[in-house]
C-alpha cells in the first residue's frame, strides 16, 4: 500500500486543481462540445433548406444558382389566388376541392 504523500511534496502537474477552475474546466469543454453541435446542425439544417428552395424550382441544377424565383415571390402568390378566384371562386385552392366528383353508373 502506498503511503500519502504531503501536498508539498507533489509533483504540480498531479496536484488537485482546485474547485471553481476544475468547474471553468467542465464548463469550457461543456461549451466547445457545444458549439461543435451547433456548427454541425447549422451545416446540416442549411444543407436541407437549400435542397428544399432548390426543388422548388423549375430548373433546380440552375447556374448560377438564384433564390429569388416566382415560387418565392409574393406578388406571384396574389396573382394566382386572383387567377383562382376569378376561376372557381376559391382563392387558396383554386377550385381544386370543388371540383365534380365522377360517378360510376
Not at 38 to 55: D, N, Q, R
Not at 85 to 93: C, F, M, P, S, V
Amino acid at each position: 500500500m502506498m503511503a500519502s504523500m504531503p501536498a508539498a511534496e507533489v509533483s504540480p502537474s498531479r496536484r488537485r486543481l482546485p474547485a471553481g477552475a476544475l468547474r471553468r474546466r467542465q464548463l469550457a469543454a461543456s461549451a466547445w462540445v457545444y458549439l461543435a453541435f451547433l456548427a454541425v446542425a447549422t451545416i446540416m439544417a442549411g444543407t436541407f433548406v437549400l435542397a428544399f428552395i432548390a426543388s422548388l424550382k423549375v430548373d433546380p441544377l440552375e447556374r448560377p444558382f438564384r433564390i429569388y424565383f416566382d415560387q418565392l415571390n409574393p406578388a406571384a402568390w396574389v396573382a394566382a389566388a386572383r387567377l383562382g378566384r376569378e376561376g372557381a371562386g376559391d382563392a387558396l385552392w383554386g377550385g381544386l376541392l370543388l371540383a365534380p366528383t365522377f360517378t360510376s353508373v
